[in-house]
């Protein structure tokens, strides 16, 4: 079994809020994966599915962003699984609106939901799946940024985001991260176009 935490905040008030990325995402590979029943188990809402012949648990933790831990790790001790087994999906300042990544490890990058996850889980070999909500506007602060809803012109580009990963996560549980990262993700593929681009350039300057 594999487990898929999106992370957010439970609550009308903060449905469409750039924080909610994670819960955006559980969403929608709930409905693509045909997925129902919601049930509340560990602090977290949590539904069963399949991908290919893979069981997978479907998570949106109920404890608020900065606790998301508190849910998930107690459901992985209830499950048995091991920090492989988990791949959490949640909002990233550092990368752009509507761009993604893949990493298989590291440390929370300032993410109060991943802190809390690696407190709890004890171990950082998890997938995380970022999806890019930018850097806050001058003068905003970092909470009124995460708290406020996607701008107009956001909204299009992470709603795409969330369907280019729905195929990006399926391949991370049916052929591991390592796969999913080369092929989906974006600074990848951008870097060897750019790579062939001056190849290109270099043999029409020769």
């Known amino acids: 079994m594999k487990m898929i935490a999106g992370l957010g905040n439970p609550g009308n008030e903060y449905a469409k809020t750039k924080h909610n990325a994670g819960f955006l995402f559980?969403?929608?590979?709930?409905g693509h994966l045909g997925a129902s029943g919601w049930k509340q188990k560990e602090n977290a809402l949590v539904a069963e599915a399949r991908i290919g012949a893979e069981k997978v648990l479907l998570v949106k933790p109920q404890t608020y962003m900065n606790e998301s831990g508190r849910a998930i790790g107690p459901l992985m001790d209830w499950y048995k699984l091991e920090p492989e087994d988990l791949i959490v999906v949640h909002d990233d300042m550092d990368i752009p609106a509507g761009v993604v990544r893949i990493r298989k490890k590291g440390s929370a990058?300032?993410?109060?939901?991943i802190k809390s996850v690696l407190a709890h889980v004890g171990d950082e070999h998890f997938v995380r799946v970022r999806i890019g909500i930018g850097r806050p506007l001058p003068g905003w602060t970092v909470v009124h940024h995460v708290l406020?809803?996607?701008?107009?012109?956001?909204?299009?580009r992470v709603k795409d985001a969330i369907q280019y990963l729905l195929p990006a996560v399926e391949c991370i549980v049916q052929e591991g991260?390592?796969?999913?990262?080369?092929?989906?993700?974006?600074?990848?593929?951008?870097?060897a176009k750019e790579k062939a681009e001056k190849r290109e350039e270099t043999h029409d300057e020769v």
């Open 26 to 30: 559980v969403d929608a590979l709930a």
């Open 109 to 113: 990058g300032g993410h109060n939901g």
């Open 148 to 156: 406020a809803p996607f701008s107009e012109d956001e909204v299009p």
């Open 177 to 191: 991260a390592d796969m999913a990262m080369n092929r989906f993700n974006p600074r990848k593929k951008k870097a």
